[in-house]
């Protein structure tokens, strides 16, 4: 019996910008999870931990990484390790990051597969490698296993490895070097361990292809991730067994509510937030505001979320709320601010420019726009007026007003 484990897109070096300051625990939780990892590995007994690609989010990541990856390795050195270059961190070329000195010196444990190979990792047990060389292919990467199938002994374990998107119908792009369902018994394999796509996939091709997604999230919208698989091959021609090991360090919670009355809402969320409270420190959370708010509400609403949301390992707050204002409050705001009440007059103007009609009845300004200046404005932002709809200027003005109660508030 063969045991080991098959992970795929670490994605190591990811940048989360859209966190800021958070970014580098975000990039050093994923190292946790890898360490960790290493650890259940040799808990396991394992006599392989393969990676099926994208181990680093590019060829750029920072040398730091790569020797802080190794680093990782090293303290392991029962577990021997395979990593298969793939399209984010392809065996492009001398610029590949898979050609960095500390690479190249990587302790004898660990085993880079930047060509297409057969290891043969004793016992009668083979692994076949198709890496990636490119960031996009039409072909299937896992072809290329079929002629390393054919170079080892018949009767021979055969653990096949490639990265590259499943070949569903109209599930994948077509440059996304789509695998077949059946690659892994249309080349004799025991096994296809592959990766690319962030949700755990075990059931195709007789439960012989396996995605096992990424093992630590990285994002809002993906489901049944946070895993790698614990596999174990009876031997030549049986089926595999697979197991779903839980190994994330972070939790990605996403929340929505619709903020109709503000006393409501903040109930809501306190109610839902309060849930995933006794796991604060390990969680990403997001929030997201909708529906109507005054901007005596939303100010309320954000400043008791701040606070809310400071036992979070991140939280990050999105408001799409639209601004509710009457029109004697937006008479006010344009008495008060005339610049403003010029640029409200000059999308009006647009407006009519635009589709022959304008959705405000307000009086238009001393000098409106003429066609010329707003061909002119436009043409900077390389934006042709008659492309523009009704619900562009709307989201214009609401754009517009909500800046300008921030900046007033
Ligand atoms: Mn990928």
Known sequence: MFRFIHSADWQLGARFAQFGARAPALREARLSTLRRTLGLARQHAVDAFLVAGDLFEDNQVDNSLVTAVLDAFRAFPDVPVFLLPGNHD?????????????LRAAPAHVKVLSTAQAVDLGGGVHLLAAPLHQKL???????KLSDLAASVPAGALKIGLTHGALAIEGKHQPNDFPIALDAASRAGLDYLGIGHWHSWIAETDGGRIVMPGTPEPDR??????????????????????????????????????????????????????????????????????????????????????????????????????????????????????????????????????????????????????????????????????????????????????????????
């Open 90 to 102: 392809p065996a492009s070329g001398p610029d590949s990051l898979w050609e960095r000195p500390a």
């Open 137 to 143: 292919s039409t072909l299937d990467p896992s072809l």
């Open 220 to 409: 809002f919208d993906h489901e049944r991730c946070g895993l790698v698989a614990l596999v174990e091959l009876p031997g030549p021609g049986q089926p595999p067994r697979v197991e779903p090991l839980p190994v994330a360090t972070l939790a990605w919670e996403s929340l929505v509510f619709d903020v109709l009355a503000a006393e409501a809402a903040r109930a809501t969320i306190e109610q839902a937030l309060a849930a995933s409270l006794p796991r604060a420190d390990t969680t990403v959370v997001r929030v997201t505001l909708k529906g109507n708010a005054t901007p005596q509400t939303r100010r309320a609403l954000h400043a008791w979320l701040d606070t809310a949301l400071a036992p979070f390992f991140v939280a990050q707050r999105i408001d799409r709320t639209t601004l509710s204002l009457s029109a004697p409050e937006l008479f006010d705001l344009r008495h008060r601010h005339p610049l403003l009440a010029q640029v409200l007059s000059d999308i009006d103007r647009l407006e009519l420019l635009a589709t022959g009609a304008s959705s405000t009845d307000v009086a238009p300004a001393a000098a409106p726009l003429t066609l010329a200046e707003a061909q002119a404005l436009l043409a900077r932002s390389r934006t042709d007026l008659s492309t523009l709809k009704t619900e562009d200027f709307a989201l214009l003005r609401q754009v517009l007003l909500q800046a300008m109660q921030e900046v007033a508030s």
